[in-house]
Nanobody, 116 residues
């Protein structure tokens, strides 16, 4: 069974930093794209950042220049370095791992709260 586990969320003051981690286990699949999405209360889930197996990245305009997505040396791991956090970044951040365009997996999410 595939497990997608996120970690690294928490409470941080505006301007602070957090690093989210995501690890996928329980499969021999290689994911061609992994990424982070977030959902704030009362809002729809939105893309934050994705990275392909070749290293191509894509970011939401709202996080460009502040967030950096990278893939780990270990297979099927991905990180999201978040700097310059703002209160509007508060959300549950979920990791997505896409094996194909129709087969993907989601984690349960990790809460990020930006507040003074």
């Amino acid at each position: 069974q595939v497990h997608v586990v996120e970690s690294g969320g928490g409470l941080v003051q505006p301007g602070g930093s957090l690093r989210l981690s995501c690890a996928v286990s329980g499969t021999i699949l290689t994911f061609y794209r992994m990424g982070w999405y977030r959902q704030a209360p009362g809002k729809q889930r939105e893309l934050v950042a994705t990275i392909t197996s070749s290293g191509s990245t894509n970011y939401a305009d709202s996080v460009k220049g502040r967030f950096t997505i990278t893939r780990g040396n270990a297979k099927n791991t991905v990180y999201l370095q978040m700097n310059g956090l703002k209160p509007e970044d508060t959300a549950v951040y979920c990791c997505n791992a896409a094996a194909t365009t129709v087969l993907d997996y989601w984690g349960q999410g990790t809460q990020v709260t930006v507040s003074s």
